[in-house]
Structure formats: structure tokens, C-alpha cells
């Protein structure tokens, strides 16, 4: 059973960088067919995808953010992570990894949803 | 970016209740949408994809149906589990996967 467990410190300064790691059991990261990807959602709202992976190396980000994300992956741990550059309060959230099934979106294979989540860790930006 | 539209934002119900949620895409997603259930403190989980296709263990009281911009999940008979947050999200576009903003299902 695939299960996928966030890592991370809970407070970071602003201006500085979050960094967190997903570890995967049941499952292994250079799977060619999934996609693993974060999530993240602020207190009260709604959720904002962040960034994709796919082992070995093709990432997708969020245009909103491209600009201070960068997501990785580490075979030899099974784990991908997130480093989220140059963070303000706007960033103070719970971030969730997770599969990102893909699919033939026409007819081109892309990822689609997430089907298998972890179970969130929380992230507070403040000094 | 293609914007999701819920509706409503709450809406309260009684056990066995019939439920109907909507949402609504800026543009066409075609038939590239996703429903996820979060109750208070936990992960989202993914409940239906592609529109109408219930994910693996998701009980048939939950439909899914629509096409386009308009689309809808159905619970058929409220269970006390399913009160929660859903939303909808469309996968149409690479590097552009967004969610609506959710619709909370409450007792009434």
C-alpha cells in the first residue's frame, strides 16, 4: 500500500528557504508511470498545486511560483523534495505531497490528479 | 489559468439526504475533472476522476457527472462521514492543474 509521509521544519523566517521532503513506502519514485507532486493550503482555503516531478528529472511548476520553486528527486531514499525560496507569510500553509496520477490528456500522456496524498505537514512563515 | 467555481460554498443537509454539488470551469476542461472529499484535519482523497470514475474504495452513493464547463457530484443518501470539504479539479492543462475553492457539506 502505497503511503507518502511529508518531512520538515514547521517554522521558517522569512526571507529564507522551506525545505521539505516527501518519503515514499509501498511504492518507488522512479516509476515511470506516476508523477509525484506537492500541494499546499493555507489556512481556511482552498488548495494550490505547487510543483510536479518525474523521475529522472522532468519537473512541472506553478507559474505563479516557478520563480522560487524547484522540486528534486532522491532514488536512493525513494523520496522528492520541495525548496520554496524567498518565503513571506503568503506561504504559511500545510503542504501535502502526493502521486500525481498520469493520464492521456489529448493524447498526449501528462499528469492529471492526485490519488494518493500524504498527510500534511504544516509550515508557518514568521521571524 | 482555468478558474473552478463551486456551488455553493456551504450547504447543509440531513443524513440520507440527497446532495448535489456544482462546479464550474472559466473554459472547457472537456472531460479532465476530479472530485476530493477532506474532512476536518486530514489529507484530501481523491473520490472520483475523469468526470464519473469513482476512485478505488469510494462508495457508489457518490456520482459524478457533467462535461465541459458544468459539472456536479452527487451524493445520493448523506452518510455522517461524508460531511466534509469537496472540491473539483481539472487537469486539462499541463502546468495548470488548479482546484475550486471547495463546498463544504454540513448537518443541518
Given at each position: 500500500q502505497l503511503q507518502l509521509q511529508e518531512s520538515g521544519p514547521g517554522l521558517v523566517k522569512p526571507s529564507e528557504t522551506l525545505s521539505l521532503t516527501c518519503s515514499v513506502s509501498g511504492?518507488?519514485?522512479?516509476?515511470?508511470n506516476y508523477y509525484w507532486g506537492w500541494i499546499r493550503q493555507p489556512p481556511g482555503k482552498g488548495l494550490e498545486w505547487i510543483a510536479t516531478i518525474y523521475y529522472p528529472g522532468n519537473t512541472f511548476r506553478n507559474p505563479s511560483l516557478s520563480g522560487r520553486v524547484s522540486i528534486s528527486v532522491d532514488t536512493s531514499k525513494n523520496q522528492f523534495s520541495l525548496r520554496l525560496d524567498?518565503?513571506?507569510?503568503?506561504?504559511t500553509a500545510v503542504y501535502y505531497c502526493a502521486r500525481h496520477r498520469g493520464a492521456y490528456i489529448n493524447d498526449y500522456y501528462n499528469p492529471a490528479f492526485f490519488d494518493t496524498w500524504g498527510q500534511g505537514t504544516r509550515v508557518t512563515v514568521s521571524s | 489559468e482555468i478558474e473552478m467555481t463551486q456551488s455553493p460554498v456551504t450547504l447543509s443537509a440531513s443524513p440520507g439526504e440527497r446532495v448535489t454539488l456544482s462546479c464550474r470551469a472559466s473554459q472547457s476542461v472537456s472531460g479532465y475533472l476530479a472530485w476530493y472529499q477532506q474532512r476536518p484535519g486530514q489529507a484530501p482523497r481523491l473520490l472520483?476522476?475523469?468526470?464519473s470514475t469513482r476512485d478505488t474504495?469510494?462508495?457508489?452513493?457518490f456520482s459524478g457527472s457533467g462535461s465541459g464547463t458544468e459539472f456536479t457530484l452527487t451524493i445520493s443518501s448523506l452518510q455522517s462521514e461524508d460531511f466534509a470539504v469537496y472540491y473539483c479539479q481539472q487537469y486539462t492543462k499541463r502546468s495548470a492543474w488548479t482546484f475550486g475553492q471547495g463546498t463544504k457539506v454540513d448537518i443541518k
Amino acid at each position: 500500500q502505497l503511503q507518502l509521509q511529508e518531512s520538515g521544519p514547521g517554522l521558517v523566517k522569512p526571507s529564507e528557504t522551506l525545505s521539505l521532503t516527501c518519503s515514499v513506502s509501498g511504492g518507488s519514485v522512479n516509476n515511470r508511470n506516476y508523477y509525484w507532486g506537492w500541494i499546499r493550503q493555507p489556512p481556511g482555503k482552498g488548495l494550490e498545486w505547487i510543483a510536479t516531478i518525474y523521475y529522472p528529472g522532468n519537473t512541472f511548476r506553478n507559474p505563479s511560483l516557478s520563480g522560487r520553486v524547484s522540486i528534486s528527486v532522491d532514488t536512493s531514499k525513494n523520496q522528492f523534495s520541495l525548496r520554496l525560496d524567498s518565503v513571506t507569510a503568503a506561504d504559511t500553509a500545510v503542504y501535502y505531497c502526493a502521486r500525481h496520477r498520469g493520464a492521456y490528456i489529448n493524447d498526449y500522456y501528462n499528469p492529471a490528479f492526485f490519488d494518493t496524498w500524504g498527510q500534511g505537514t504544516r509550515v508557518t512563515v514568521s521571524s | 489559468e482555468i478558474e473552478m467555481t463551486q456551488s455553493p460554498v456551504t450547504l447543509s443537509a440531513s443524513p440520507g439526504e440527497r446532495v448535489t454539488l456544482s462546479c464550474r470551469a472559466s473554459q472547457s476542461v472537456s472531460g479532465y475533472l476530479a472530485w476530493y472529499q477532506q474532512r476536518p484535519g486530514q489529507a484530501p482523497r481523491l473520490l472520483i476522476y475523469d468526470v464519473s470514475t469513482r476512485d478505488t474504495g469510494i462508495p457508489a452513493r457518490f456520482s459524478g457527472s457533467g462535461s465541459g464547463t458544468e459539472f456536479t457530484l452527487t451524493i445520493s443518501s448523506l452518510q455522517s462521514e461524508d460531511f466534509a470539504v469537496y472540491y473539483c479539479q481539472q487537469y486539462t492543462k499541463r502546468s495548470a492543474w488548479t482546484f475550486g475553492q471547495g463546498t463544504k457539506v454540513d448537518i443541518k
